[in-house]
């Protein structure tokens, strides 16, 4: 073989290990991309654990009529009023919401309604009951970590009180207490669990005002449940964690595909000298205790030479007449012989040749074209 060839072959070797380097490298990036997605599909199926704090404060100021004892139009909250001297309740509800994640979406939702209700006292069962509409429902949809809702209303107080001086005076009640709810409602609804529009967990700011006595004292409540430190269950959108699936499939695909491309392009360019030195590679780690190797060339005078078609054939004669396999390689790489001598003067002979395995290939190849 000539040096030119031998160089030639060299190269595109070379060319090929880089071509299925980088064929091999382009599937496990893929299957690195797969496994990613695929772990974060598993992760974003359970449920995980979104701390918040939720804080409220209700302000007051309680309005006036012109009077020779009172100066200002108003008086100040935490004191107990004279009830012919209001002219309405100014009240101001807040409410603040604050999670430790970030783009945790939800929806939030609130209303003011006064809930007015006289009670027999002796019972402590509800004798009338009615709800009035003060500001409508707002609704929203944010991801902000931080949300602060603020409304103010005026409460005409004489309103509600008046309707239930009649009530009680139609019916001659007696055994009564009536107040006046001015209720916030506030539903955040989200892809929590605990963010649920059910009344049970709706968060409720409530300003109580007695109704029917000479004198009134405001009380200030709310149905908040551990302020700080609240842990809620999230649980993923269905909608968004599909993609992780759909690129785990995508990227698994792809690296299978180049796999088998990988595979295809090395059975396409195997040379016959590749597979020559592979054969012979896999011929003397198997059998190196059964082969001596010649380091000149074998006398075939003496003998006549019988020509096997496998290395198997080899081993079978071997095995049979007890004698050791001889092989020669020639210099320039081109071939091998594995030679058994008998007594009987028969060579057994089963060569290697580049030259036999390039037919081959060429035969295949002519095959495949047809």
């Known amino acids: 073989m000539k040096k030119s060839q031998v160089n030639a072959i060299l190269i595109n070797q070379t060319k ?11 599937a496990a990036i893929c299957f690195i991309f797969a496994v990613c997605f695929f772990i974060t599909y598993i992760n974003k199926k359970e449920a995980y654990y979104v701390s918040y704090d ?3 404060n209700i302000d007051y100021k309680v309005h006036i009529h012109e009077n020779e004892f009172f100066k200002g139009n108003y008086l100040d909250d935490n004191k107990q009023y004279i009830a012919r001297l209001i002219n309405y309740i100014n009240a101001s509800f807040q409410y603040n919401l604050s999670l430790d994640e970030e783009n945790v979406e939800y929806k939030y939702s609130y209303r003011i309604e006064a809930d007015v209700n006289v009670e027999q006292i002796s019972t402590g069962k509800s004798l009338y009951n009615s709800k009035h509409e003060l500001l409508k429902t707002k609704k929203s949809t944010t991801t902000e970590k931080n949300v602060t809702i603020k409304e103010n209303i005026d409460i005409d107080y004489n309103q509600y009180n008046q309707l239930i001086r009649k009530f009680i005076n139609v019916f001659s009640l007696e055994d009564t207490k009536s107040t006046l709810d001015i209720n916030m409602y506030i539903n955040v609804v989200g892809s929590c669990e605990n963010f649920d529009s059910n009344e049970s967990k709706q968060s409720v700011l409530t300003l109580s005002i007695p109704l029917t006595t000479d004198t009134i004292g405001i009380d200030i ?3 908040l449940v551990n302020t700080e430190n609240n842990v809620m269950q999230c649980k993923p959108k269905f909608d968004l964690n599909w993609l992780n699936i759909v690129f785990t499939v995508i990227f698994s695909l792809t690296g ?7 595979i295809k392009y090395e059975i396409k360019t195997r040379t016959a000298e590749n597979i020559y030195e592979k054969e012979l ?4 780690n198997n059998y190196s205790s059964y082969i001596q190797t010649l380091n000149s060339d074998f006398d075939f005078s003496e003998y006549q030479p019988l020509r096997l078609d496998s290395f198997n ?3 079978e004669i071997r095995d049979t007449i007890k004698q050791p396999i001889l092989m020669r390689e020639k210099h320039d790489k081109s071939g091998a ?4 001598p008998s007594s009987t003067k028969i060579l057994y002979v089963y060569r290697l040749k580049v030259s036999d395995i390039e037919k081959e290939l060429q035969k295949k190849s002519g095959l495949e074209e047809l």
């Open 16 to 26: 090929k290990r880089q071509v299925i380097l980088s064929l091999v490298a382009a």
């Open 54 to 56: 939720e804080s409220s």
């Open 221 to 223: 409540s709310n149905n």
């Open 256 to 262: 299978v595909a180049v796999i088998i491309y990988a």
């Open 281 to 284: 590679k896999k011929i003397l």
């Open 313 to 315: 054939d080899m081993l």
């Open 337 to 340: 012989y594995f030679l058994i």
